[in-house]
């Protein structure tokens, strides 16, 4: 009996213990204010979301939970010096990164999953530590960090892909094999080394200040494909064969546009455009050629100091042309195509002091035209008019068409 009576409140302490564990795990959300607070969870398997506080400061290691199956939330919290978890292998929905001011090390040493990633504001994180990498992530937002690597995120699959500001960001490589929506990389440093060799197909792709980009196995362009203002010489798509919708009319764009060191384009199989072709202002780019292209379904708009474009194959420009160079051109190659193969508004300028990039800037009677004297009928896409996007250059295009 005695021992009965002394067993039965340990018992007790131990449910107590046992369900107040198990309220804490099941809680809608774990704020964690110290780190006293994130050790309380050591004995959860899941959590829901997780929520580091402002006042967090110093270090907080979040161990014991091995899914997060909500968010995973750090904001304004500038004391934070360390995040880090030994246990966390997938985050459910948003890992959220925003104004951690002083946070220099960020270690999630079984992390491979997370629904979205969404970091900016870090001005002090140098490096990632993600051993096992994330591979799986719908959409990532990488912003305005210090971070010189993104060693750590080696995505198998990605819906959006936006890096920018980051301007100690010089190398970037990933094993991604689609992005079903948006690329975007720009503004970080102009040292940047970008690498997807295994993409195959993308959705929209951009690319500004970068000085290299790799994109060996891409084949298929579902939207539109622009370069602007980049520091690269090369440019290679070796397998690139289609840009935009086959059934879809201006549904995809191709632009390289100021890209001052640009000396050579090699997209050797690319037959099909489906909505405009730009290129302009490449002050290097002396010699263009695209021996597959057959289709232009938008416009094309060549402008800059190159000799007459090598287009051998085309046989349907939908759209407008307009071909000026400060060099000499040979324009009576693309005259008689005027009419038939070129549908729209045609111009074609040779030896031009001032070449202008935008249909409808050169008048259509071939090679002894001349530029436009009327500058409302000219449309500049120099660098600064660039940044504002692929879809702002494809529509224009088209409303000139």
């Given amino acids: 009996m005695l021992a009965q009576s002394l067993l039965l409140p340990a018992f007790a302490v131990f449910s107590i213990a046992a369900a107040q564990s198990n309220t804490l795990c099941s809680a809608s959300t774990a704020t964690i204010n110290s780190q006293a607070d994130a050790t309380a969870y050591a004995d959860c398997t899941t959590v829901n979301t997780v929520l580091i506080s402002s006042s967090a400061n110093g270090v907080i290691q979040f161990d014991g939970p091995q899914q997060v199956k909500g968010d995973f939330i750090v904001t304004n919290a500038t004391q934070l010096t360390s995040l880090s978890s030994a246990t966390v292998n997938s985050i459910s929905g948003i890992f959220h990164l925003d104004q951690l001011t002083v946070l220099s090390t960020l270690s999630f040493t079984q992390l491979s999953g997370v629904g979205s990633i969404e970091w900016s504001a870090l001005p002090v994180l140098q490096q990632l530590t993600f051993p096992s990498f994330i591979k799986k992530a719908t959409d990532v937002l990488i912003t305005n960090t210090f971070l010189s690597s993104l060693e750590g995120l080696n995505l198998d699959t990605v819906r959006k892909l936006d890096i920018n500001n980051n301007k100690f960001l010089t190398q970037f490589s990933t094993q991604v094999a689609n992005i079903t929506g948006l690329l975007n990389i720009e503004a970080n440093s102009q040292d940047l080394v970008v690498e997807f060799p295994n993409l195959e197909t993308a959705a929209n792709m951009t690319f500004r200040n970068v000085s290299s980009v790799s994109i060996p196995s891409l084949a298929t362009v579902n939207g539109s494909l622009g370069f602007y203002g980049n520091y690269l010489q090369n440019l290679s798509a070796p397998n690139l064969t289609t840009l935009g919708s086959t059934t879809e009319q201006n549904t995809g764009s191709l632009a390289f546009v100021g890209n001052g060191d640009l000396t050579n384009i090699s997209f050797p199989q690319l037959s099909f455009v489906s909505g405009a072709f730009q290129i302009a202002n490449n002050t290097d780019l002396f010699n263009i050629s695209f021996p597959a ?87 500049s896409y120099g660098v600064n008019e660039a940044v504002a996007g692929l879809s702002v250059f494809g529509g224009i295009l088209q409303m000139l068409l």
Avoid: E, W
Wanted: positive net charge.
């Fill in 293 to 379: 292209l057959k289709t232009v379904r938008g416009a094309i708009d060549f402008a800059g100091n190159f000799s007459t474009p090598q287009l051998p194959a085309l046989n349907n420009v939908a759209g407008g042309f307009n071909m000026q160079s400060t060099a000499q051109i040979d324009c009576g190659v693309y005259d008689k195509l005027h009419g038939n193969v070129i549908q729209g508004t045609y111009g074609c300028v040779s030896a031009t002091p001032d070449a202008k990039s935008g249909v409808g800037s050169a008048t259509s009677s071939g090679s002894s035209s001349k530029p436009s004297s009327s500058k409302a009928a000219a449309v």
